[in-house]
């Protein structure tokens, strides 16, 4: 039987870390994720891309959420549209539902119930993520059960660990700043200082990377990935 297609998710957001959260979280849930920081690459990417819902900020820099949704609409984008926005006034809210949108959720928000929200649009569409399985080479992270495996062997992790590793996993061949490694597993601002993340990461890689091949790489300058060999 051929697999199932992961459903895809357009994320547009010009604030890079929640696009970076968001994206992460929908991934880790089994969802394929592009995004877009303005309205005009949203757009473009909505036609290449195709998704099955799109979580779209109201506020971006060239033209607003509204004005993508009607342009998406108009080249003939179904997807159910989940409006992520700092406006929580009702005008706003009843323009959002009333002009097409599906979902409005309110920044700040919890992250759990946006993903939670965007299952909720996918069934409704007739798509579902996979599962909570992760893996790059050899190495498989199971969120369901909390564990993980590097080939036949299991990795014991602290808690910590596991949400390092759960973000370099979820951008699988990307780059992943100290930023946001900061604010994806500690949810918190320590003033640029980074060694508390060497300190993990170096725990970390002693226990993923044991053995061959080294999965886990500093891109110098920038932070750390986690990619196929």
Same mark, same amino acid.
């Given at each position: 039987?051929?697999?199932?297609?992961?459903?895809?998710?357009?994320?547009?957001?010009?604030?890079?870390?929640?696009?970076?959260?968001?994206?992460?979280?929908?991934?880790?849930?089994? %969802?394929?994720?592009?995004?877009?920081?303005?309205?005009?690459?949203?757009?473009?990417?909505?036609?290449?891309?195709?998704?099955?819902?799109?979580?779209?900020?109201?506020?971006?820099?060239?033209?607003?959420?509204?004005?993508?949704?009607?342009?998406?609409?108009?080249?003939? %984008?179904?997807?159910?549209? $989940?409006? $992520?926005?700092?406006?929580?006034?009702?005008?706003?809210?009843?323009?959002?539902?009333?002009?097409?949108?599906?979902?409005?959720?309110?920044?700040?928000?919890?992250?759990?119930?946006?993903?939670?929200?965007?299952?909720?649009?996918?069934?409704?569409?007739?798509?579902?993520?996979?599962?909570?399985? $992760?893996?790059?080479?050899?190495?498989?992270?199971?969120?369901?059960?909390?564990?993980?495996?590097?080939?036949?062997?299991?990795?014991?992790?602290?808690?910590?660990?596991?949400?390092?590793?759960? %973000?370099?996993?979820?951008?699988?061949?990307?780059?992943?700043?100290?930023?946001?490694? $900061?604010?994806?597993?500690?949810?918190?601002?320590?003033?640029?200082?980074?060694?508390?993340?060497?300190?993990?990461?170096?725990?970390?890689?002693?226990?993923?990377?044991?053995?061959?091949?080294?999965?886990?790489?500093?891109?110098?300058?920038?932070?750390?990935?986690?990619?196929?060999?």
């Amino acid at each position: 039987m051929a697999p199932i297609p992961a459903p895809k998710v357009l994320v547009v957001d010009d604030e890079e870390n929640i696009s970076f959260l968001v994206s992460s979280a929908l991934r880790l849930d089994g %969802c394929e994720v592009r995004t877009a920081a303005g309205g005009r690459e949203a757009v473009t990417e909505a036609e290449r891309f195709a998704p099955d819902a799109i979580v779209l900020d109201v506020m971006l820099p060239d033209f607003d959420g509204f004005e993508v949704l009607r342009r998406v609409r108009n080249a003939g %984008c179904q997807a159910p549209v $989940l409006f $992520l926005t700092a406006r929580d006034g009702t005008g706003d809210k009843v323009l959002g539902l009333t002009s097409g949108g599906d979902d409005y959720i309110v920044k700040p928000f919890v992250l759990e119930e946006l993903v939670a929200r965007v299952q909720v649009a996918l069934r409704r569409r007739g798509s579902s993520p996979l599962s909570s399985r $992760l893996q790059v080479h050899d190495l498989v992270l199971d969120d369901d059960a909390h564990r993980v495996w590097r080939g036949d062997t299991e990795v014991h992790l602290s808690a910590t660990e596991y949400r390092l590793l759960h %973000c370099l996993m979820a951008n699988a061949g990307r780059a992943v700043t100290r930023a946001q490694i $900061l604010d994806h597993v500690w949810q918190y601002d320590f003033d640029g200082e980074s060694s508390i993340i060497e300190s993990f990461m170096s725990n970390l890689r002693k226990k993923v990377d044991a053995s061959e091949p080294k999965l886990i790489h500093t891109v110098r300058g920038v932070g750390y990935s986690i990619r196929e060999p």
